[in-house]
């Protein structure tokens, strides 16, 4: 099949289904941490709130669009759009699975858009630009508050830029490739009989301390509580989107979420064996999960109702649930599924430690974020990295 | 406006070197300031020089109103001044007027009273506690905390049909007897709330990065504190044993066993502490006053002053007078002037009234303790970051009606 075609048909796709889970990933927060909150959540629109983010994105698309006065107009309006951008790009050199033929065709390609050689360095050098959405944006609006919020940010996203790349270096060192698709495939070798080597799982385990660095330079690195100072509510108002309404607010909103998703992709892709699952012969898991979820909801939705406002929804869940699980168990889709399945999980478990830790922690104080970035960041992520690389000098 | 007698003058005058500040105003419309507090800071980056308070935005004249009401009729407003602990005001007000009228008041009512402002004490202190970790940007401790404070203000609606402004207590006793079934209500809740506050310490006390951003912040000296008449949990957290529910007791505290929380570090963990402590105490004393609830009239024998029974004013000319008499006038109170003052949960709240023997009072003053303790703002922000200005002002505890009356 032609290569453009197909690269546009994948891109259509990816584009979709990924700006939908960004909206969606929203409800999910929503929903997350209004549960850990003995609250509700969104329940108005739709069954159980899912309409929501569709009426979210009606709102902010028909409001009026606001362009304060003393803003320095080219660079506020540049703002957003930098942001958007940056935080978009990175979902194209992420690889969701492995080489698989397209079904009742010969159609072979691979899950994921492209695979650069230097695939990893991409999110990193978009993370980079990035930072000039949040400053220019604080700098831009003319107000006290974005200009604190600009400065804090473009602070913090640089200072744990550092250690958040020297954490990336340690599996790098372990699989000798940029490309995320090779270091993947390099972890798909079992050990001892029963274990896939994931990153995390080789080396005495000192590539899970760079996970663990990672992981929290991802949170700074997002701006999300314990390190969301930029936009801390209770001191800086907005922050460095105060002066932005609509869609502006939007595209600052999504790229946060779309930059929270990229990094919890690179997370999986370099530490915990992308698309692989824990141990092999699991292949029927997948369909399982969805078919005893949607087993269970039908048993709540039909025999043992709790709430007569379920009456519908849930066993319409259960069937959809039932349904999503027999198509795991097909054989011909099985290549695609499963590997998927994998993947789309272990990335969703890491968006929900994001919405759980936002739910529990208090922030840090600007300078004691700095003093941990410095402090203890850089210096433990130095140190994992001369260790990763003393391992496998002596090893490989 | 308030603005021009701001007498803002930027610090940078002051400085050697000609260091450029930036004026910021937080507020009155801000996240963090808690009601429309408005405050001027000078910073030099994140850092502020000089912070200046200007309150008065929530102005309301209630002092001046209450020359304007019977004795009876002031007891709403005192509901109005501090919103979060209206039975503190309520009972700060009734036993000022009480010294002047000499009612001796039932042990039921006084047990209710204390029973009651308790519970308000522990809804006060959990407004606190979860807009203080809101804050600080822990912000599931908000909607714990309100859940707990929602079953107290269902327990105040079921005692007075008000979930906020209750006005439950009436010169010489309280409004109503207490409602069928109240002790199990209570005592469902007061079973309950121990764990709950084991909870919110599980969640912040030993919280690496709650006990980073309250250590040490917001440190005032214990002489400080006292040179500017700040009392309350902010003083006891400074060391000082100073609680007048243990040192000049009223309304029958001094029957009842709790302790008096204190801290030294006198700052804003400190404060944390000892009112987490304090929500231990009132649950205590709550109890105490649920497990001894004495049987009796629930308000004194003062028939001029508070209205007779329905089946009495009908059937007895007597009351149907005195009845008459108390809602069309009021009752009048000799001439004098009197002082009562009570432990609120932000400090020390007094009122001073003086009556010129009329059915009105003559003067109704307010000791408020947000207003006194709302004083060091300005010495403790001095050379804090932004960040540990809206831990102190969150540790200071103040409500603007509170402040501004």
């Keep these: 099949m032609d290569f453009l075609l197909l690269s546009l048909i994948k891109t259509g796709l990816v584009a979709f289904v990924f700006l939908t889970a960004l909206a969606y990933l929203q409800w999910i927060e929503r929903k997350v941490i ?32 606001l362009i304060p006065a003393h803003v320095n107009k080219f660079f506020y309006l540049l703002a957003p759009v930098i942001g958007v951008a940056m935080a978009l790009i990175s979902i194209s050199v992420i690889p969701f699975g492995p080489k698989i033929t397209v079904p009742f065709t010969s159609i072979e390609t691979y899950l994921g858009l492209t695979d650069l050689n230097i695939g990893v360095l991409v ?68 050990k001892w009989g029963f274990l896939y080597n994931w990153s995390i799982f080789s080396y005495f385990g000192i590539p899970f301390v760079a996970f663990i660095i990672f992981l929290i330079c991802a949170f700074a690195e997002t701006n999300r ?38 990094i919890c992709c690179l997370a999986v892709i370099l530490f915990l064996g992308g698309w692989l699952p824990p141990t092999p012969g699991l292949d029927w898991v997948p369909g399982a999960v969805f078919f005893a979820s949607g087993v269970l909801m039908l048993y709540h939705g039909t025999v043992n109702l709790a709430r007569a406002r379920d ?21 011909v889709l099985m290549p695609i599924t499963t590997p998927l399945f994998w993947f789309l999980s ?6 929900f430690l994001y919405i759980w830790v936002r739910a529990t922690l208090p922030r840090f104080r600007y300078d004691q974020l700095m003093h941990f970035a410095w402090g203890w960041m850089f210096p433990v992520s130095i140190g994992t990295l001369f260790a990763t690389g003393l391992l496998v000098a002596v090893w490989k | 406006m308030a603005a021009g007698t701001l007498e803002h003058t930027p610090t940078a005058a002051a400085e050697p070197s000609r260091r450029r500040t930036m004026t910021l105003n937080m507020g009155p419309q801000h996240p963090s300031t808690h009601g429309v507090l408005r405050v001027v800071l000078d910073l030099d980056g994140e850092v502020i020089l000089k912070a200046v308070a200007d309150i008065g935005f929530l102005h309301t004249g209630i002092e001046k109103q209450c020359e304007t009401k019977t004795w009876q009729q002031v007891v709403p407003l005192t509901d109005r001044v501090d919103y979060l602990s209206n039975l503190a005001n309520n009972l700060a007000y009734c036993l000022a007027v009480e010294r002047l009228l000499q009612l001796e008041i039932p042990p039921r009512a006084q047990y209710l009273r204390v029973m009651l402002t308790e519970l308000s004490r522990i809804a006060s202190h959990l407004v606190w506690l979860g807009t203080h970790a809101l804050d600080i940007g822990a912000m599931s401790m908000f909607m714990y905390c309100f859940r707990e404070r929602e079953d107290i203000l269902k327990i105040l609606e079921m005692f007075s049909g008000q979930r906020m402004m209750t006005s439950y207590l009436r010169i010489g006793g309280v409004a109503l007897d207490a409602p069928r079934g109240w002790e199990k209500v209570v005592g469902k809740f007061l079973s309950e709330f121990p764990s709950r506050i084991d909870m919110y310490e599980n969640l912040l006390t030993g919280n690496p990065i709650w006990t980073i951003r309250t250590k040490g912040v ?75 609830m004495p049987p009796g009239p629930f308000q004194a024998d003062a028939p001029k002053i508070l209205l007779p029974e329905r089946e009495k004013m009908k059937t007895e000319m007597e009351a149907l007078i005195c009845h008459f008499k108390i809602v069309t006038e009021g009752f009048s109170v000799p001439a004098g002037e009197a002082y009562a003052c009570v432990e609120a949960p932000r400090g020390e709240l007094g009122y001073y009234v003086v009556s010129d023997g009329t059915t009105k009072p003559y003067r109704v003053h307010m000791r408020t303790p947000s207003f006194a303790n709302l004083q ?17 002002l969150g540790s200071m505890d103040f409500v603007l009606g509170d402040t501004d009356r």
Excluded at chain 1, 346 to 351: G, I
Aim: glycine share 8%; with cysteine; hydrophobic share 45%.
């Design chain 2, 218 to 292: 917001g440190y005032m000296s214990l002489e400080d504190l006292l040179d500017w008449g700040v009392t309350g949990p902010m003083i006891r957290a400074a060391g000082l044993k100073w609680d007048i529910r243990k040192d000049e007791p009223y309304s029958g505290y001094d029957k009842f066993d709790f302790e008096v929380p204190t801290r030294t570090e006198s700052d804003v963990f400190a404060r944390y502490q000892v009112r987490i402590e304090e929500l231990r105490q009132s649950h205590k004393i709550a109890k105490q006053a649920l497990d001894g």
């Design chain 1, 225 to 262: 509580i314990p390190f969301d100072l930029p936009e801390a509510e209770n001191e800086l108002v907005a922050g460095f989107h105060t002066e932005y309404s609509s869609m502006k607010f939007a595209a600052f909103f999504m790229a946060e979420y779309a930059n929270m998703t990229t």
């Design chain 1, 123 to 190: 999110p990193l050098a978009c993370s980079g630009i990035g930072v000039y959405a949040v400053a220019l944006a604080g700098w831009s609006s003319n107000n006290k508050y974005a200009l604190l919020g600009g400065l804090r940010a473009s602070a913090q996203m640089v200072s744990y830029e550092l250690p958040l790349a020297v954490a990336i270096a340690a599996p790098l060192l372990m699989h000798n490739s940029l490309s995320m698709r090779e270091i993947v495939e390099s972890q798909n070798v079992v």
């Design chain 1, 311 to 331: 009456r519908i929804s849930l066993p319409l869940f259960g069937v959809i649930f039932c349904g999503i699980g027999v198509l795991h168990w097909i054989p």
């Design chain 2, 376 to 392: 060091i703002l300005a010495p403790m922000l001095e050379n804090t970051l932004i960040a540990d200005s809206i831990a102190a």
């Design chain 1, 34 to 65: 209004a549960h850990v909150q003995v609250r509700v959540g969104p329940n108005r629109v739709g069954p159980h709130g899912l309409l929501q983010p569709l009426t979210d994105t009606i709102k902010l698309l028909t409001k009026e669009d």
């Design chain 1, 346 to 351: 272990k990335t969703l478990f890491l968006l």
